[in-house]
């Protein structure tokens, strides 16, 4: 099997913060790239301690990838705080904490 694509790695070196941008030609074989590529790194992340995020947050895709940097304790807190300020969770739904 040839190249799927390339992966170039840049951000704030002074923060530790990298992030990853990924080019498949024509997106033919972007499921295929994403399955081999992320199971990868989010295992790599939680190996050295990382965090699947930086000063983004969580975003949209990623709720579900939040335990691989994350206790579920903590996990846990960060849904508590969310509560007390937002009762409600109509503040940015499911783009932060996993339901």
């Known amino acids: 099997m040839g190249s799927l694509g390339n ?10 913060n990298i992030h990853i941008n990924v080019t498949v030609p024509n997106n033919q074989d972007i499921d ?3 399955d081999l ?4 790194i989010y295992e790599y ?3 050295v301690q990382g965090s699947i ?3 983004h947050g969580i975003g949209l ?4 990838k939040l335990h691989y940097s994350k ?3 903590m996990i846990d807190y960060m ?3 969310k509560k007390v300020f937002d009762p409600e969770g109509i503040l940015n739904p499911y783009k932060v904490i996993p339901n």
């Open 7 to 16: 992966a170039v790695g840049y951000g704030h070196i002074g923060d530790s």
């Open 32 to 34: 295929t790239v994403m």
């Open 37 to 40: 590529l992320e199971p990868y």
């Open 45 to 47: 992340l939680h190996s």
């Open 53 to 55: 995020s930086a000063e």
């Open 61 to 64: 895709m990623k709720p579900s």
């Open 71 to 73: 206790s579920d304790e």
């Open 79 to 81: 849904k508590r705080i």
